[in-house]
């Protein structure tokens, strides 16, 4: 089977740096996703990892481990508009993504 | 503008009635995929298909059911009997499941039971 583990909250002040840590069980390890989600609407791309090692993208990088099953989200000079959900998901060869529960980050001023 | 349309945003269902999530996309991916999010959760697969006229189980796919008549359209019927229906459902699709392209999502209905 699968399992995918991640913090179900976080907190975190504007201008800080966060890291959103992600930890997965499964077989057949095709990559693993990240993707924002704001309350009441659709889940957002934000990165995709298949490759050891760190992906910069802005103020967003994502780092992937397979030998330890894990990945994280950093998350730089954050802002008001961060607060929202971010979402794990794992891809398998030749199946559906599997998410995990995700995490919300709140941001205050 | 190529998208995912879903529809309704909000629907509402009466004990033992059917009712149908329509899914709609013009990108011409092979896959589309259907997720139920309930408050505070992650997404959990209820049914995907990789291609017209073919389709998989998810996780959760008990008192579900769909189709896959078009390449462009993957409507979902909540059954009778699904006794929790009421939660955020999200429909999705990718160029084609083999290569694990990224998913683009739909905007959500919201079911709720009356």
């Known amino acids: 089977g699968q399992n995918i583990d991640q913090p179900t909250e976080m907190t975190a002040t504007e201008g800080a740096i966060v890291q959103i840590n992600c930890t997965y069980q499964?077989?057949?390890?095709?990559?693993l996703f990240w993707y924002q989600q704001h309350a009441g609407e659709a889940p957002t791309f934000l990165s995709y990892n298949v490759l050891d090692g760190l992906e910069e993208k802005g103020r967003f990088s994502s780092f992937l481990s397979r030998s330890k099953g894990y990945s994280y989200l950093l998350l730089k000079e954050l802002q008001m508009k961060d607060s929202a959900s971010y979402l794990c998901?794992?891809?398998?060869?030749?199946?559906?993504?599997?998410f995990g529960k995700g995490t919300t980050l709140s941001v205050s001023s | 503008d190529g998208g995912i349309t879903q529809s309704p945003k909000y629907l509402f269902r009466k004990e033992g009635q059917n009712v149908t999530l329509s899914c709609e996309q013009n990108?011409?991916?092979?896959?589309m995929y259907w997720y139920r999010q309930d408050p505070g959760q992650g997404l959990r697969l209820i049914y995907y298909s990789q291609i017209v006229n073919d389709f998989q189980k998810g996780d959760i796919a008990e008192g579900y059911s769909v189709s896959r008549e078009k390449k462009e359209s993957f409507p979902l019927t909540v059954t009778s009997a699904q006794k929790n229906p009421t939660a955020f459902y999200l429909c999705?699709?990718?160029?084609?499941?083999?290569?694990?392209?990224?998913?683009?999502f739909g905007s959500g209905t919201q079911l709720s039971v009356l």
């Open positions: 999705a699709s990718s160029s084609n499941i083999a290569t694990n392209e990224k998913l683009f």
């Open positions: 998901a794992v891809a398998q060869a030749g199946t559906a993504l599997i």
């Open positions: 499964t077989s057949g390890f095709n990559g």
């Open positions: 990108l011409n991916h092979d896959a």
